[in-house]
């Protein structure tokens, strides 16, 4: 089985302005790219989870969804930082209509995004973390037995207050990398 890292998307890799579908619209934090690259040197797996409510609430299409996904993973991919894969949840458990308004066991903080990545990807949850910029992130990683739960500052501008679900806090996804590579030490 494998390590991983999981990250969420808007807050930890792009700057959070809202429901983001539009390549044009993405505006990549500073080290990202350095920093899943550097995970993947070490040995990680690097997947982002998303919540991706925009779907349910009828703000842009699945579709619109996939393909502003297909530009992600290429980006990466061309920077030299390859992701392993994006989960997503389209669900909203009181905004939108069917198929899309509903309690699922995805949206974080549920961690049916990691479960299934772990399945997929043969991932130990138990060797592995997760970086996110809200309390659901840490509690879906804390739901899933991930021991160490970074929580990083709203689109990497300051360190957050540690919370309940949260083993560490950091500025940005560069400083939660050098710190999941010294927790967790990766096999090469």
């Known amino acids: 089985m494998r ?12 700057e959070d302005a809202g429901y983001i579908v539009e390549p ?9 790219f350095e920093s899943v690259a550097k995970l993947k040197a ?15 609430r009828g703000f842009y299409s699945l579709e619109a969804y996939l393909v502003s996904q297909n ?6 991919q061309a920077h030299g930082a390859a992701l392993d894969g994006i989960y ?13 308004r509903t309690v699922c ?7 049916g995004m990691l479960i299934k990545a772990a399945k997929d990807l043969d991932i130990d949850l138990s060797k592995s973390a997760i970086v996110g910029d809200k309390p659901s992130d840490a509690q879906a990683g804390l739901a899933a037995g991930l021991p160490v739960r970074v929580l990083v500052g709203k689109n990497g501008t300051a360190v957050p207050a540690l919370v309940p679900a949260a083993t560490h806090v950091a500025r940005n996804l560069p400083e939660a990398a050098q710190l999941i590579e010294k927790i967790l030490s990766a096999p090469k």
């Open 3 to 14: 390590q991983a890292v999981f990250l969420d998307r808007d807050g930890v890799i792009n």
């Open 24 to 32: 044009d619209a993405f505006r990549f934090l500073p080290g990202v």
């Open 42 to 56: 070490a040995g990680f797996l690097v997947v982002i989870v998303t919540n991706q409510s925009g779907i349910a």
């Open 71 to 76: 530009w992600l993973l290429e980006t990466f």
């Open 88 to 100: 997503f949840c389209p669900h909203h458990p009181d905004k939108g209509e069917a198929p899309y």
């Open 105 to 111: 066991d995805c949206r974080k903080p549920a961690p």
